[in-house]
């Protein structure tokens, strides 16, 4: 095990949070309920988080917790992860009570907090796929704790619990899950990192929630042990993730897991593409905590090896439906792509933190393509209905679901949808980061000092922007506008995709309705004055319609185009343009006008040549099901 230096750990604690730039927290940002940001947010509050707790109650996910408690009689219900599913809506909930009072939401979480609590065994362990019927646990468990860690998930599940505790903790001040999730936290940390077990999870998850319970009791042992898995990961024996020598021999691919190597040699991103972006987001945490380069250098190549090849124009990733995996570099085949929602969320993640460490616009640009396209089309417009692939051609037969039996992408939704707000501002040392466009007001610090900042904008339908500041006291900080890369002509930061055509007219920028020079560097203009109350700055952002085009490598966009129109990516649905959607061409010359449908979609802007019909791809299947496809064929 590499061992933590005196030097490595005085930086942890000199720098704390560790990445140099901070997210607003979420709970500050108020968006109009009328923006695409705010209704989604609204629906969230409304109807997913209620929704997935129903179903978590009808599908046995929360009578599991009351079995293992002795609370009711019976067997264990569903798969041996279940208990991340009620974690991840816990977080949710928590973030909701963090935007709004709701006296009877708190009292629900109060009352399942108390049945996980006598669910936990005296130890602080909990995995209930066990603990209902030691004796006979579900497939893939293992018979004995911690036999099974390929598959069995019980460092995954007890990871979102930690992330769920924190929040409710922060939400509410009370204790009573924090309690629980520290409780296990220092079994887990007896058993591996002081009893010295060589092995890890096979599903990463618990190293992120570990980071957050370290940066909330400053307990440097859940650092450790959260750097503990990341190191063990390509070095301790493989075969001990097993129970069984034949399950070993059927599953023995380490690349799954990202285990095929230590971490620190891993220069491609390959396995199962949830897991693997959830372990480059905590190489990131742990790398900035800890000083440690080597993880860092990882999560830069990873990310270089993504966008250069294995990331769709809608910012999905992980291509394989086989082991929901990335493929080789320019395999992505629109009709069987696979691209997890999960994974969507869990790249949103792994771009923001990036664009925390270095302050490079490109990593918000990727977050802000997978966000308003491949993330936002795995939930329906009623919050109500998933979709856990997201492919870019449908032939008809997929629809979105009330819920799945692995109900990954549903919970997930849950939590990240009401916490939407921290993407949109960030703060350095003296320096505010407008990161994206939306609008809303805020109130933040920086530097000590308070401020008020009002956006008004229709984006991601609107290129107009208007920021007003409102200092307490007039100060001196520097704010940097993010100029997004498609309004520059450049559709993504590698050369996987391109724009056909440059965007029609130019991106300004206007200080107190004076222009100002477009010195944009690492994707943000950067303003530095003393900012007085009520000072507003005009953004224009090019809302052209732009043809995109694939490299060669990519066979399945060979001859074709997409659509896009700011940050949204379009598609083709039956519903508009009739059965023979998918065998449809257009003209080269044909030329897409925007137009805004308030009623239609919740509100879109479609693009039309002629009898052809553009919707955006987050918004396709919301009207029953239908042919979709996002490249088409030009003639």
Excluded at 140 to 152: D, K, V
Excluded at 245 to 265: G, K, T
Excluded at 598 to 624: D, F, S
């Amino acid at each position: 095990m590499r061992k933590f230096t005196l030097l490595l750990w005085a930086l942890a604690l000199l720098y704390g949070e560790g990445y140099p730039i901070r997210p607003v927290d979420f709970y500050r940002v108020r968006f109009s309920p009328r923006s695409l940001p705010g209704s989604r947010i609204q629906t969230a509050l409304k109807i997913t988080i209620p929704h997935n707790l129903r179903m978590a109650e009808q599908t046995g996910r929360i009578s599991n917790f009351e079995k293992a408690a002795g609370l009711k009689k019976g067997d264990f219900e569903g798969r041996r992860y279940n208990d991340s599913d009620v974690f991840k809506i816990m977080e949710g909930a928590a973030y909701s009570l963090m935007l709004r009072k709701d006296p009877e939401l708190e009292a629900y979480m109060d009352r399942l907090i108390s049945i996980i609590s006598r669910a936990q065994a005296p130890d602080g362990y909990l995995y209930t796929a066990r603990q209902v019927n030691p004796q006979n646990p579900p497939p893939g468990a293992g018979p004995r704790r911690w036999s099974n860690l390929f598959t069995s998930h019980e460092l995954y599940n007890v990871g979102h619990m930690y992330e769920a505790a924190v929040a409710y903790y922060l939400a509410t001040g009370k204790r009573n899950f924090l309690k629980i999730a520290l409780k296990n936290a220092e079994l887990i940390y007896r058993v591996f990192y002081e009893g010295k077990k060589c092995a890890y999870p096979g599903h990463q998850e618990i190293e992120i929630g570990l980071v957050k319970l370290y940066k909330l009791t400053g307990r440097k042992k859940y650092l450790k042990l959260a750097d503990y898995f990341l190191h063990n990961r390509g070095r301790c024996p493989f075969r001990a993730m097993f129970a069984k020598e034949s399950d070993f021999r059927i599953y023995n691919n380490p690349q799954y897991m990202q285990a095929h190597l230590p971490v620190e040699r891993q220069r491609e991103a390959v396995g199962h593409a949830v897991r693997a972006l959830y372990m480059y987001s905590a190489l990131l945490d742990v790398g900035t905590l800890t000083g440690y380069r080597p993880y860092i250098n990882t999560a830069f190549a990873v990310w270089k090896d993504i966008v250069s090849g294995k990331i769709y124009i809608t910012g999905g990733v992980g291509s394989l439906a086989e082991g929901e995996a990335f493929g080789r570099p320019f395999h992505l085949p629109n009709k069987k792509a696979y691209c997890e929602t999960c994974a969507s969320i869990a790249n949103v993640f792994f771009n923001h933190r990036l664009f925390l460490l270095t302050g490079e616009g490109k990593y918000l640009d990727v977050l802000e393509r997978t966000l308003y396209n491949s993330l936002l089309a795995g939930i329906s417009l009623s919050g109500d209905r998933f979709f856990y692939v997201n492919p870019l051609e449908s032939d008809g037969k997929l629809e979105r679901k009330p819920w799945y039996s692995c109900a990954c992408c549903p919970t997930n939704l849950s939590r990240f949808l009401p916490a939407l707000g921290r993407y949109f501002y960030a703060t350095g040392k003296d320096s505010l980061y407008i990161t994206l466009y939306g609008q809303n007001s805020v109130q933040l610090e920086i530097s000590g000092k308070k401020l008020r900042v009002e956006e008004k904008t229709l984006y991601p339908w609107d290129g107009k922007v208007e920021l007003r500041v409102f200092p307490d006291k007039p100060f001196r900080f520097s704010l940097y506008l993010r100029i997004p890369g498609w309004a520059l002509g450049k559709a993504i930061p590698s050369a996987l995709y391109t724009f056909v055509n440059p965007p029609e007219q130019r991106v300004t920028v206007k200080l107190n309705g004076k222009g100002i020079p477009l010195e944009v560097k690492k994707g943000f203009i950067k303003l530095e004055r003393k900012w007085q109350a009520g000072d507003r700055i005009e953004i224009f952002l090019p809302m052209s319609v732009l043809k995109v085009k694939a490299r060669p490598e990519v066979k399945d966009d060979r001859g074709k185009i997409a659509l896009q129109r700011g940050p949204v990516v379009y598609c083709f649905e039956s519903v508009d343009n009739g059965p023979d959607v998918l065998k449809m061409k257009v003209p080269k010359n044909a030329r897409f006008i925007p137009k805004y449908e308030p009623k239609l979609l919740g509100g879109v802007v479609v693009l039309r040549a002629g009898a052809l019909t553009a919707i955006p791809y987050y918004a396709w299947a919301n009207r029953g099901r239908s042919l979709m496809k996002v490249w088409i064929e030009e003639r």
